[in-house]
């Protein structure tokens, strides 16, 4: 097991723990490669079972733990440790100690350097008692030195340096001189923080001693920084100077550039410092007379202390104050900018901003708006997750109002100070500061301060796992807000005892709490403004993903009493919640929102869905809830509702998705045609087989016999088309003369069933839609297309009549297209489409030339939204995905509720696909719209196209080899979403 080790950056005045490995890549202890996996039975014969069960389990583990260093040198550390977490299971089956004692060690190490260090020391604790256990002397000060540096992080100095202190005992025990060294520059440098100077420097001069033994130029180096360092902090920068010297002279002994040019730097600062202090004291002397020398002392003092503060500011990386001198508009102008800045999440511009007009408010005595910007950058800083300044600039605020006497200010200031430790996971700091702030609150009468500082307290409470004194402040929070009355912590206070009634088996009490807090949020939403309901619409996920988990749980003790029914319900709602707060964000008044009748007052059950979204005994509708540690399905057919536990759950299904479309999404990289097919070639059909076996297999009874499946995705399965599932892999064999053969004699769902997809039941039951039947299949003038994209315009105009409207990409604009959508119910965009998690990114792309130079602008999601004044017929053939968005599943979403907001439908592809094939499909999709027979709507044109495309087999140019589109890649991409037809 290593020690963690943290590199020393020489412009810091934060010191950080020394580390006794030399490299700076951290890296698990490397181990032997694992032995292969064998199974069981092949060692009965030799050995006892039980011994055979060991071996077996030490095999497993060795393998995961070489997996587990795999994704850890790739800096993968979520994954490493999931891994690291299998092995160890494997190692106590096995009863190997020795291997727990590391991997216990790694997985500490992983969550380190996550910045997780409370659960670090989880295990490095474990890991201690297993070292002592085996009596493993080496290992034990290890783990006290990894224990002392999470100490460290989390800003516990006393612990850390109790640990230090343990681990150099051994360490002289064992004469691991190298530890040693390590050891005492640790001690050092937490002396330091607890401000025991003297104890500081004694422990430097140690390490020093011992790297000149070691005959370690290196770390002597910057051994002699660190002491600098020190003499500045304690404004001595005379003896700062002889220590950075004798720095910059090792440095340049041993050929370190890197260092010396810091050192250089430092030496620079220090003699300006020096400069500076003689000068300030010689002033002192001069103006003695006229202020008394006493006086004058403490202002030389105090300047000293502005520069040296403006000097750590420029070690630690905290920005610096621009010294310029002017106008209070001009400060205006530059907060109004940040705020712009600010809202297109700009925040480090914005920061940079704010930090100039605070130059101004401060030398114009504003002390009110200084202290105010100061939060503001804070808050940016924190949104560009930079800790370190986010801290220092909300102290900063923070002092300018307790200067000027403003306890509320103040009181509220300590409150911010607390959410930034939250947010970076310090708990401890955290804590702290929420108990100032109920203190402060308390004192100035403010009930509402003191109410949100205690309920804040009570989660930090909640989230270390002490849930007895969470849930005595979550009382009282409650207690006093219902006094005041404030409903927003009212619902963060049930919500709370939620949680922990959960966590103590009380689950009536739990459900109780968690109806009762969407209860309030919902009847209080719409007297906010969109910003703030949009927090509450955040919130309201959160709550909602919690009681649906409850329900589940609850469902799975008694399944007769419809918790599963109301599970239902809530993840209707939470599905409109989604858009719903997408749209405020950009600024949609909650009024306008339900005026457009998207959003139903009354909540959607499952009945209704039975009801209102089954058009017909030959549909059944499948709709998925797929939540991090649990997956249901609700099948709900004219005669049945049936909830099913599916033994996927989130991160499986995620894995699996992204291991089955990964070849096909590496070819939006892939321009030469060879490592094209290949890519192709490695789409593993029995992970789809897998996928149909556990999403489709468990309603086979209850879906025997359907024409239609009405599938309502969730999470990650929106972007899977399910009609590539497969019921039963074939052979796979290879022809030479087709490419893709191996393809042909699988069984595919879509052979069996039309598929057509929404984002909720309810989006099935909205009236209107696009019949085939209501045109008579005569679709003449009624085709609004743009572009060209797989050389579709021609075809068009064949199916859809010479009156068919056609635009090249270069005539269309984002305003005509507007204008000429309303008056068409077939619209085809041929136009490049982008899918982003972010709902203000997502939509269509429109470029215009003007002045020799194209501008491009973007129809996002609401826009189109706002276009279904009128059912329509969308195809958009060339969609391109963030595909770190398609693993969070937002980002289609945003773009389906858009289209399908009024009842519309929509074609698109779920992967981007080559010109040629998307014209393939296309062509032969318009085609069938006017072939088929009068009974037969969209979702059987969309089915016989897959069929029909899956059973072609295609020329290759001049080449003698034909190509079999039986792969899913060229018939799977295109999936129908919202209802297409109406009875």
């Known amino acids: 097991m290593k020690r963690i080790f943290l590199l020393f950056v020489l412009t810091f005045l934060f010191y950080l723990p020394f580390s006794s490995n030399s490299s700076s890549e951290e890296k698990p202890n490397p181990r032997q490669n694992p032995p292969a996996n064998e199974k069981v039975e092949s060692r009965v014969g030799k050995k006892t079972y039980d011994e055979a069960l060991k071996e077996y389990a030490k095999n497993r583990g060795d393998q995961l733990f070489s997996e587990g260093e795999n994704f850890y040198k790739k800096g993968d550390h979520t994954k490493a440790i999931e891994k690291w977490t299998e092995a160890l299971k494997f190692f106590e089956d096995a009863d190997d100690k020795e291997s727990q004692e590391i991997i216990l060690g790694n997985i500490g190490n992983a969550f380190d350097e996550s910045g997780n260090y409370s659960k670090a020391l989880e295990y490095y604790q474990e890991g201690l008692r297993l070292s002592r256990e085996l009596d493993d002397r080496a290992g034990t000060g290890e783990f006290l030195t990894n224990m002392g540096s999470s100490y460290w992080n989390l800003g516990q100095y006393q612990k850390a340096l109790e640990n230090y202190l343990s681990a150099l005992k051994i360490d002289e025990e064992l004469k691991d001189k190298k530890s040693e060294e390590g050891d005492l520059s640790n001690i050092a440098g937490v002396y330091s923080k607890l401000k025991e100077y003297e104890k500081s420097l004694e422990y430097y001069q140690k390490a020093i001693a011992k790297a000149r033994e070691l005959l370690n130029k290196k770390e002597e180096s910057n051994l002699l920084t660190r002491m600098g360092d020190l003499f500045v902090d304690r404004s001595n920068p005379s003896k700062a100077l002889e220590e950075y010297l004798g720095a910059l002279a090792i440095a340049e002994e041993i050929k370190d550039e890197a260092s010396a040019n810091e050192i250089k730097k430092k030496i620079d600062e220090a003699k300006k410092l020096s400069q500076k202090k003689i000068a300030l004291e010689q002033e002192a002397q001069e103006e003695g007379e006229g202020k008394g020398k006493a006086e004058a002392k403490t202002e030389a003092k105090a300047e000293m202390k502005a520069e040296e503060k403006k000097t750590e500011g420029e070690k630690t990386g905290t920005v610096s104050l621009p010294a310029k001198q002017v106008s209070m508009e001009e400060a205006k102008n530059l907060i109004k900018d940040g705020d712009s800045f600010f809202q297109d999440k700009k925040y480090k511009r914005a920061a940079e901003n704010y930090i100039a007009a605070l130059v101004i408010t401060k030398t114009a005595g504003d002390t009110a708006l200084s202290s105010d910007l100061g939060f503001k950058i804070a808050e940016s800083f924190l949104m560009a997750e930079d800790k370190k300044n986010s801290v220092d600039f909300m102290n900063q605020g923070l002092t300018i109002k307790k200067v000027a006497g403003d306890k509320r200010g103040e009181a509220d200031g300590l409150i911010k100070l607390g959410n930034i430790f939250y947010h970076f996971g310090d708990y401890q700091e955290s804590s702290k500061r929420y108990e100032e702030a109920a203190k402060a609150e308390s004192a100035i009468g403010n009930k509402t301060g003191f109410g949100v500082s205690r309920i804040n307290l009570a989660d930090i409470y909640r989230l270390s796992s002490l849930y007895g004194e969470a ?37 009536d009490q739990s459900l109780r709490y968690f109806m009762e807090a969407i209860k309030i949020i919902n009847s209080k939403r719409n007297e906010f403004s969109p910003k703030e309901a949009k927090g509450l619409i955040t919130d309201e996920e959160m709550l909602f993903d919690d009681l649906k988990y409850m329900l589940f749980k609850l469902h799975g003790k008694d399944k007769g009493k419809g918790y599963d029914k109301l599970a239902f319900l809530y993840d209707e709602m939470s599905e409109e919640l989604k858009f719903e707060r997408e749209l405020l964000r950009m600024g949609v008044p909650l009024g306008q929102k339900k005026e457009q009748s998207n959003f139903p007052e009354k909540p959607f059950s499952i009945y209704d869905a039975q009801k209102l979204s089954l058009k017909g005994s030959d549909e059944v509708l499948l709709k998925y809830c797929v939540l991090k540690d649990m997956t249901y399905l609700f099948v709900v057919s004219k005669k049945n509702i049936v909830t099913i536990k599916i033994n996927l759950v989130g991160d499986d299904l995620e894995d699996m998705i992204v291991s089955l479309r990964d070849p096909i999404d590496k070819l939006q990289n892939i321009t030469d045609t060879s490592a094209f097919y290949k890519s192709l070639e490695e789409v593993d059909l029995n992970i789809a087989n897998t996928l149909y076996n556990s999403l489709i297999e468990p309603a086979r009874e209850y879906i025997k016999g359907a024409r239609v499946l009405l599938i309502v995705p969730s999470g990650v399965l929106s972007y899977l088309p399910f009609e590539m599932l497969v019921e039963k892999v074939g052979e796979r064999k290879k022809n030479t003369d087709v490419i893709f053969a191996e393809f042909s004699d699988s069984t595919y769902l879509t052979e069996e069933f039309s598929v057509n997809y929404a984002a909720s039941a309810k989006k099935f039951s909205k009236k209107g839609g696009i019949s085939l039947s209501q045109f008579k299949h005569d679709l003449s003038g009624k085709l609004l297309s743009i572009g060209d994209y797989g050389g579709l315009a021609e075809d068009l105009v064949t199916v859809f009549g010479k009156d068919t409207k056609i635009l090249k990409e270069a005539e269309a604009t984002k305003t005509g297209f507007k204008e000429l959508a309303q008056k ?34 973007l129809l996002n999601a609401y826009e189109l939204y706002s276009l279904n004044s009128d ?41 981007r696909l080559d010109e040629k094939t998307a014209g393939d499909f296309l062509k032969e999709f318009f085609s069938l719209l006017t072939e088929t027979t009068s009974t037969s709507d969209v979702v059987d044109v969309m089915s016989l196209t897959k069929i029909k495309l899956k059973q072609a087999v295609k020329e290759l140019g001049s080449s003698p080899h034909k190509i079999s589109y039986s792969h899913p890649y060229f018939w799977a991409s295109f999936v129908l979403e919202g209802r297409s037809y109406h009875q």
Request: charged fraction near 25%; aromatic fraction near 12%; charge should be negative.
């Open 871 to 911: 059912p329509k017929f969308f195809v958009l053939d060339n969609c391109e995905y963030n595909l770190s968005s398609y693993k969070k599943d937002n980002g289609i979403e945003y773009l389906l509720n858009s289209l399908t907001g009024s009842g519309s439908s929509a074609v698109l592809n779920l992967w």
């Open 471 to 507: 849930k005595k402040i979550y009382i009282e929070g409650l207690k006093i807000a219902s006094e005041i009355p404030d409903t927003d912590l009212i619902w963060r206070a049930q919500y709370g005892l939620g949680v922990i009634n959960e966590k103590e088996n009380n689950t």
């Open 824 to 857: 068409f119910p077939f619209v085809n965009i041929s136009l490049p489409v982008w899918i982003d998690d972010d709902i203000s990114r997502t939509g269509i792309i429109f470029s215009e030339q003007k002045n020799n130079r194209i501008l491009s602008e």
